[in-house]
């Protein structure tokens, strides 16, 4: 399965950013199946979690960006997304996508986030 991110960018603090992910090769035709989240690594960091999107259209979020971040998908285009808003420079990182349980996939190169105080 190859993941490719997109749609990070320069934001000043307060914006918004929508990020995609797109996946294909061999998964499952079901692509709302498979367990799926956004995770992001700031410099010297480890990569976390910060969104999760579960069977069933159940969602979670790391406190540090509930109520502020969407994780949404989109069968038809094996595509995950994340809406952000009211970004912040502890938001800069390299978001990736990737699945959320089981083995993960191979990791995508990444969609980096700068957020400008």
């Known amino acids: 399965v190859r993941l490719v991110e997109s749609g990070g960018g320069l934001v000043q603090a307060g914006g918004s950013l929508r990020l995609s992910c797109k996946a294909s090769g061999s998964i499952l035709s079901d692509f709302r199946a498979v367990p799926m989240g956004w995770y992001r690594q700031a410099p010297e960091k480890e990569r976390e979690l910060v969104a999760g999107?579960?069977?069933?259209?159940?969602?979670d979020y790391a406190d540090s960006v509930k109520g502020r971040f969407t994780i949404s998908i989109d069968n038809t285009k094996r595509s995950v997304y994340l809406q952000m808003t009211n970004l912040t420079p502890e938001d800069t990182a390299v978001y990736y996508c990737?699945?959320?349980?089981?083995?993960?996939?191979?990791w995508g190169q990444g969609t980096q986030v700068t957020v400008s105080s």
């Open positions: 990737n699945r959320i349980t089981g083995p993960r996939w191979d």
């Open positions: 999107y579960t069977t069933g259209s159940s969602t």
